[in-house]
């Protein structure tokens, strides 16, 4: 990435933190699927398939102009695999007309000198790719020594931030390969953050002595402000819950490829509305809504975005925020009621 172009997008970035601290009433970043299809098929994921066709252009402008009128910061483009949709630069070129920073997370398979340019040119301004393992295997073939020759030409090549996620836990077979991944992703000149999964049930585990060593030594080469917005990933490494507020539905938005709004990719259909009827009113609710999965939870960036509020606005269970509105809405008959 070149000097101005870091420099840029650190004005944006610093911008959009200083925006969202001063105000709750405007999304921080938002996942959209403009493709479920995946090239690939990894053992662990519930997010792709392998027949669904790309949302339509038209289509997906419509929903990036909802994301605007929420005045929302940076809209991350997801999948399934992304760079499968034929017009994934119109779809970027789209978010960054409106000033909105333009992110997307791929399995990096589609990376050409040729392509990259083109996402240069789109103004693509974030990149995300997660790495499971050095050697493919029957559960990943996100693997260093497949993906090694696309991370050279995004050295090369990218004009825009490249982060390479490794992981650990949950089963990974060799938890060394995540400091061989974070190794040779901060010798091509990129950032690189670690994330801790679950095991196959979903349970929380501590992870092994040898996995916690080698965790803290990928934060370590890490990107400095995500091991400090990461803090939670040092309970979750302990076993531990993490106590915090998960403002998704709010400040954070995943929008599906039928264009509904849920919480996450893990707790689709909550709260499942079409985004063209997303209100004001859906936003605070879920702001103030408490997630019963948020002590568990390893999702970094509905973390990072959580941080940003979390000294402010206690949330309630969904039970007591009916209360409040019943309580509110008694209220309000008794106003009427009244003699005047
Ligand atoms: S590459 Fe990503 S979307 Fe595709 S199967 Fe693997 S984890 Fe899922
Ligand atoms: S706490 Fe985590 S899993 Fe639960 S809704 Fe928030 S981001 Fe999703």
């Not at 920073?101 to 340019?117: E, H, Q, V």
């Not at 260093?144 to 949950?170: C, M, P, Q, T, W």
Request: proline share 5%; glycine share 6%.
């Amino acid at each position: 990435m070149r000097k101005s172009t870091f420099l840029k997008l650190k004005v944006r970035e610093a911008a959009f933190i200083s925006k969202a601290l001063l105000s709750t009433n405007h999304v921080v970043l938002a996942h959209i699927i403009p493709m479920r299809r995946c090239n690939l098929a990894c053992g662990y994921c519930n997010e792709y398939d392998h027949n669904s066709k790309p949302v339509p252009l038209d289509v997906m402008k419509r929903r990036i102009d909802k994301l605007a009128e929420f005045n929302t910061s940076i809209v991350t483009i997801s999948g399934g695999e992304p760079m499968m949709h034929p017009q994934l630069d119109d779809i970027i070129r789209h978010i960054r007309s409106h000033g909105i920073i333009a992110g997307l997370i791929s399995n990096g398979y589609y990376f050409t000198p040729d392509r990259i340019k083109r996402l240069n040119k789109a103004g693509l301004d974030a990149l995300q790719i997660s790495i499971d393992n050095v050697e493919p295997d029957e559960v990943s073939r996100k693997s260093l020594r497949v993906l090694d020759k696309k991370l050279r030409y995004l050295a090369e090549h990218a004009d825009f931030h490249i982060n390479i996620n490794s992981v650990i836990g949950g089963g990974i077979k060799n938890p060394d390969d995540a400091l061989t991944v974070a190794k040779r992703a901060v010798e091509l000149g990129f950032s690189t953050t670690v994330g801790v999964i679950h095991d196959e049930d979903g349970l929380l585990k501590p992870l092994t002595e040898k996995e916690k060593q080698i965790f803290h030594a990928v934060k370590k080469l890490g990107n400095k402000d995500h091991a400090r917005l990461n803090w939670f990933q040092d309970s979750i490494a302990e076993g531990k819950p993490y106590e915090w507020r998960c403002r998704s539905g709010s400040r954070y938005l995943y929008i599906c490829e039928d264009g509904k709004v849920h919480w996450c990719s893990q707790q689709r259909g909550f709260p499942g509305i079409p985004l063209e009827e997303y209100t004001m009113e859906d936003f605070k609710r879920e702001y103030k809504t408490e997630k019963w999965c948020a002590p568990t939870c390893t999702i970094q960036c509905v973390h990072q975005v959580g941080i940003l509020d979390n000294w402010r606005d206690p949330q309630m269970s969904p039970a007591q925020l009916r209360k409040e509105q019943k309580q509110k809405e008694a209220e309000r008959v008794v106003q009427i009621l009244r003699p005047q």
